[in-house]
Nanobody, 125 residues
Framework: EVQLVESGGGLVQAGGSLRLSCAAS????????IGWFRQAPGKEREGVSC?????????YYADSVKGRFTISRDNAKNMVYLQMNSLKPEDAAVYYC?????????????????WGQGTQVTVSS
């Protein structure tokens, strides 16, 4: 059974930092691209970032987070991280990680096969 478990969310002041983690199990991790998505109350889920399969490690960032967020992966630990700096109140949301097989350079949700349950990020102004 494939499982993705997010952690690292919490409450932070605007301008602060958080590092989200996504732990994957039940899949051949290096064969999957991993994406981060977020959903704020009353809004649609949106793509934040993704990192492709290990042979490429190509990364994608939404314009809203470029220069502030950094995605990385540790294939030895089956982990993906999202370092979030200079957080803004508009970054507050539930953050989800998702796994899709093969090379993905997209925030299109349909390309991802497996999803975690999410972790809450709250940013106070």
């Amino acid at each position: 059974e494939v499982q993705l478990v997010e952690s690292g969310g919490g409450l932070v002041q605007a301008g602060g930092s958080l590092r989200l983690s996504c732990a994957a199990s039940g899949l051949t991790f290096e064969d999957y691209s991993i994406g981060w998505f977020r959903q704020a109350p009353g809004k649609e889920r949106e793509g934040v970032s993704c990192i492709s399969t290990s042979t490429d490690d190509t990364t994608y960032y939404a314009d809203s987070v470029k220069g502030r967020f950094t995605i990385s992966r540790d294939n030895a630990k089956n982990m993906v991280y999202l370092q979030m700096n200079s957080l803004k109140p508009e970054d507050a949301a539930v953050y989800y990680c998702a796994a899709g097989k093969g090379f993905i350079y997209s925030d299109y949700e349909g390309m991802y096969d497996y999803w975690g349950q999410g972790t809450q990020v709250t940013v106070s102004s």
